[in-house]
């Protein structure tokens, strides 16, 4: 089966940037769609991004956030720039089979999560 690691969070003043990272094991990672969800304190899990040979954005953090994949290193990023505190929370990677999508449910393989805190 596919494990899911992300890296890179920590605690960071709004209006800088941060990037985190994923790494995949198991499978050949090219067969699936990457996806990155948020969920802060109280609130639901929600859709930041997802990459398949296209990306697609959440409106929230279109224009302020970009996913990458490096299929060599079995590795998706997720380039974070002009942080607000309203994106704090845990984010976590997800993937699976097929296209991309902003459906929670249609993702089989999940991350343990990165904490990412923005102060003001």
């Known amino acids: 089966q596919v494990q899911l690691v992300e890296s890179g969070g920590g605690l960071v003043q709004a209006g800088t940037s941060l990037t985190l990272s994923c790494t995949a094991s198991?499978?050949?990672?090219?067969?699936?769609?990457m996806g990155w969800f948020r969920q802060a304190p109280g609130k639901e899990r929600e859709f930041v991004a997802a990459m398949t040979d296209i990306t697609h954005y959440a409106d929230s953090v279109k224009g302020r956030f970009t996913i990458s994949r490096l299929h060599a290193k079995n590795t998706v990023f997720l380039q974070m720039r002009r942080l607000k505190p309203e994106d704090t929370a845990v984010y976590y990677c997800?993937?699976?089979?097929?296209?991309?999508?902003?459906?929670?449910?249609?993702?089989?393989?999940w991350g343990q999560g990165t904490q990412v805190t923005v102060s003001s």
């Open positions: 997800a993937a699976k089979r097929g296209g991309t999508t902003e459906f929670e449910s249609q993702y089989e393989y």
């Open positions: 198991g499978r050949p990672y090219s067969t699936y769609a």
